[in-house]
């Protein structure tokens, strides 16, 4: 098994507790930002069309000012509508930390919703992956169940819905063998290096000391 290197992480976010460690950071697949980028790089040519069409009507009834005047308005539009996509892929995130499930979303400019959700309270983790594109680059929707039928949680668009599902149900795992076992553990979580290495999730890592990295890798390495 491939050795782990662990390094320090000052991902933050509001509300994170100091001991408390981020797993995942994920944002919806880069191909979802790229199809609407290209369908507005498509509109960005629609006006060099139009002037070749409509060219002889244009200088006949002098309207090159008013062409210019609606070719300035609708790229700027453009430029408007390229910042707003970029900016909202950008801004929605979904945090998995060892106590919890983040669920940020950047409803327009100005309006942001953020939720979360304990481990404990988590019943069924469930993934989706439907239609050709979504199988082909392997994004999809991730469910988060809790008690409560309405209470739902989704990760929407996100890169490898499986293995984001893998991981929660075994941080639930973890963090009840843990609640069983009073916290006693002389390692806490070295479970969580051994997930990484089982579903090759790129993660994020605390860890406190020299000591329990080299003690964690020789776990790993062994097949712990």
């Known amino acids: 098994m491939p050795k782990i290197v662990l390094r320090k992480q000052n991902w933050f976010f509001d509300g994170k507790e100091d001991e408390e460690d981020v797993i995942l950071v994920l944002h919806r697949h880069v191909v979802t930002l790229v ?8 509109f960005a040519f629609l006006p060099f069309v139009f002037l070749v069409v409509f060219s002889s009507v244009i200088v006949k009834y002098n309207l090159i000012s008013v062409y ?10 453009l430029w408007f509508w390229l910042f707003y996509v970029i900016t909202m892929y950008s801004l929605d995130n979904w945090v998995v930390t060892t106590k919890r499930v983040v669920d940020s979303l950047q409803t327009g400019f100005f309006n942001r919703r953020v939720a979360e959700l304990q481990l404990d309270k988590i019943q069924d983790v469930s993934y989706k992956v439907q239609g050709l594109i979504p199988t082909f680059f392997n994004y999809g929707l991730v ?3 809790t008690a409560s039928k309405d209470n739902k949680f989704f990760f929407e668009q996100v890169p490898n819905p499986q293995r984001v599902k893998d991981v929660i149900m075994e941080l639930i795992i973890e963090e009840e063998e843990e609640t069983e076992s009073g916290g006693d553990n002389k390692h806490p979580h070295p479970h969580r290096h051994v997930l990484v290495a089982n579903h090759g999730i ?13 003690e964690v890798d020789k776990d790993i390495q062994s097949g712990i």
């Open 143 to 145: 469910e988060i169940q």
């Open 202 to 214: 790129p993660t994020h890592l605390v860890t406190e000391n020299a000591e329990d990295v080299a």
């Open 35 to 42: 199809a609407k980028i290209t369908l507005i790089v498509f």
């Open 68 to 77: 210019s005047f609606a070719w300035i308005t609708y790229y700027l539009f």
